[in-house]
């Protein structure tokens, strides 16, 4: 019987002007039928730094999306857990000397997904080759509330922005440019707290502004305003490897 979720409601932003980009956060089911997915099952498990081609993607064209556990300029340090340190150089490109690899998740309802080296508990970056509006991703599973930050980046390595995980257990990361620019080339995911059992990530969808709803997550905006905290307490079986 899969574990219960309990919420906390808890959530930092942080907004950057660089390339005049504003980032704000988006919800589940912000995106429409015409999106781009991947789910991790197109490849076989055990596959390093998978590489994704896709044709004709809406407004966008031609689109290689990538993985690796760092951006160039970039390093990984640390056992359980790993973290990045440092800021990616211009251009933004993937430093390949750290590999993330597709496995299997108990955890995860929609297992396969993608780790960092070590299995989950290494950051997780992905590059655009043409720059989108907005991502979504599904990550954890998460033990600490605020533990494991996402930061998007444009093509000159800039940061555009970031947050944490917001809740104990899977959740829904969104990031769109809020005037619908395509203006983010890359993610980086990594844990900046304590997070003892690690995560992964999986159902990654992104796409131009004509395949996305851009209206800020109301929860992430209550909570930028006003400081409100929230927390409850989940539970879980898997620890790390």
Do not use: C
Not at 100 to 106: P, Q, R, V, Y
Not at 203 to 232: D, Q, W, Y
Request: overall charge neutral; proline content about 7%; hydrophobic content about 40%.
């Amino acid at each position: 019987m899969r574990k219960s979720l309990a919420v906390a409601v808890v959530s930092a932003l942080v907004v950057s002007a660089s390339a005049g980009a504003q980032l704000v956060r988006i919800g589940p089911g912000s995106f429409t039928p015409g999106a781009t997915v991947i789910t991790f099952s197109e490849q076989p498990g055990g596959t390093i730094k998978p590489l994704y081609s896709f044709t004709g993607v809406p407004d966008l064209g031609n689109v290689t999306v990538s993985f690796a556990g760092a951006f160039t300029g970039q390093t990984v340090t640390g056992g359980f857990p790993s973290t990045l340190n440092g800021s990616p150089a211009n251009p933004l490109s993937l430093n390949t000397a750290y590999q993330t690899f597709i496995t299997t998740d108990s955890d995860n309802p929609t297992s396969p997904v993608l780790s960092g080296d070590p299995t989950f508990n290494g950051p997780i970056v992905m590059f655009f080759s043409t720059p989108v509006a907005a991502v979504s991703l599904d990550g954890g599973y998460f033990n600490t509330v605020g533990a494991t930050t996402i930061t998007g980046f444009d093509v000159l390595g800039n940061s555009l922005g970031s947050f944490t995980n917001s809740i104990l257990g899977i959740e829904t990361y969104g990031f769109a440019d809020a005037s619908g620019n395509n203006v983010i080339s890359g993610l980086a995911f990594y844990i900046t707290g304590n997070e003892p059992a690690g995560f992964a990530i999986d159902n990654v969808t992104f796409g131009a502004a004509s395949v996305v709803r851009i209206t800020p997550e109301p929860a992430t905006m209550t909570l930028f305003a006003t400081g409100l905290l929230g927390v409850f307490a989940a539970a879980r079986r898997r620890r790390r490897a």
